[in-house]
């Protein structure tokens, strides 16, 4: 990923029901950026899987991770206003070791996402986590107030479900 590679992002399948159990996160109406580092290179891609410009304090923000042996896959969300949303963590492993893939599952990948984010702790105008209701309660919850306040939506993850690059997944 990142250097020579295009990088996919997991694409939703439309109107899933979720089953019980299942977590959700509110649906931006952005751009879609996933962002991957390799070495030291910081890579952005579109929803397509095309190379995309990245804001210059977002990319400053994530130079702490170059040079470092890691290898990291972001995925989010780009708003209007320049804030990036990350919502899930593709791909984090140390030089050519194992790691979190994407076979890794949601769990363990919105786990690590947010250890990383805390470790990485970029301002709030540059780089925001998108929150996660993992409770039945928290999601209807969720579900309300996204209604409430007239938003985009709510997309609804399977906890142990994988991220498939480039392609529509029930999972989502």
Known sequence: YGMTTPFSPMLAAPHGRPSPGWWAQQKLDGHRRAITITGNKITGWSRKGTPADLPAPLVESLQCFTGTGW????DGELMADGTWWAFDLPVLRHGAGGGLTARSTQTDRLDALERLYNLWNPDQGTARLLPVARTDED???LV????????EG???KNPR???VEGKRSNQW
């Open 144 to 151: 309300k107030t996204v209604g409430r306040v007239g938003g």
């Open 154 to 156: 709510v997309i609804y």
């Open 161 to 163: 479900g994988l991220y």
């Open 71 to 74: 290898t990291i896959t972001l």
């Open 139 to 141: 999601v209807t919850r």
